[in-house]
């Protein structure tokens, strides 16, 4: 998905290091799960943690992280599913929760469908991370003013938006990169058109627990 100075500089950005633990959130194919459990280590843990709204997809995304975690050298790895808002009764307190290409997906009406809202669940990632711990959060902009407008129709969503929400539940802004922004992009197409795919405008922002 990235050339390796970017995967590098993500990897720094996220302040991922050994003995960590932490909760990849609809993890996908598990590149970044993988990543991650060989930074942490054997001293660390990483949660492939797939929402319960997703968990029916044909591709089936529980399966391929339980065959992931049983991949030579990933004893540090767990892959559990719940309700999103669940997450945290099913994973460890986190020194990161990691959440890439996904943060949009909170408000459309596939993980809304069994109640859950973005507050709701940045409010469950505020009690599952340990004090100083770090909620990162990578996607595709929208443009500025939009807010959650093109969510469900183009899958991005307003960088400032989304510092609002997470801000409102008690997270303090510690970073943001341009590493992904892309001033070409228009904002106005759907991150899967084959002129834009793997291009789009990111953002990225690292929030801190208190």
Do not use: C
Not at 158 to 166: C, H, I, N, S
């Amino acid at each position: 998905m990235y050339d390796q100075s970017k995967l590098s500089e993500l990897i720094r950005f996220a302040r991922v290091d050994a003995g960590d633990t932490v909760i990849d959130v609809y993890p996908g194919d598990g590149k970044w799960t993988r990543r991650f459990s060989d930074i942490v280590g054997p001293e660390g843990r990483v949660t492939s943690f797939v929402p319960a709204e997703v968990a029916h997809f044909k591709n089936d995304p529980v399966g391929l992280m339980r065959t992931l975690a049983k991949e030579p050298g990933r004893g540090n790895v767990k892959a559990v599913s719940a309700d999103l808002v669940a997450m945290p009764e099913v994973t460890q307190p986190a020194d990161v929760l990691w959440l890439h290409l996904f943060y949009h997906d909170l408000h459309t009406a596939l993980m809304q469908a069994r109640g859950a809202t973005a507050a709701d669940f940045n409010r469950a990632v505020f009690e599952r991370l340990k004090p100083g711990g770090f909620y990162v959060i990578v996607d595709h902009a929208a443009a500025a003013g939009t807010g959650t407008d093109d969510a469900q129709s183009l899958h991005r969503i307003d960088p400032l938006y989304v510092r609002a929400e997470v801000e409102a539940v008690g997270f303090i802004l510690d970073a943001e990169s341009k590493l992904l922004a892309n001033g070409n992009d228009s904002h106005a197409i759907k991150v899967f058109d084959p002129s834009i795919k793997g291009e789009t405008d990111r953002f990225a922002y690292r929030f801190v627990k208190p």
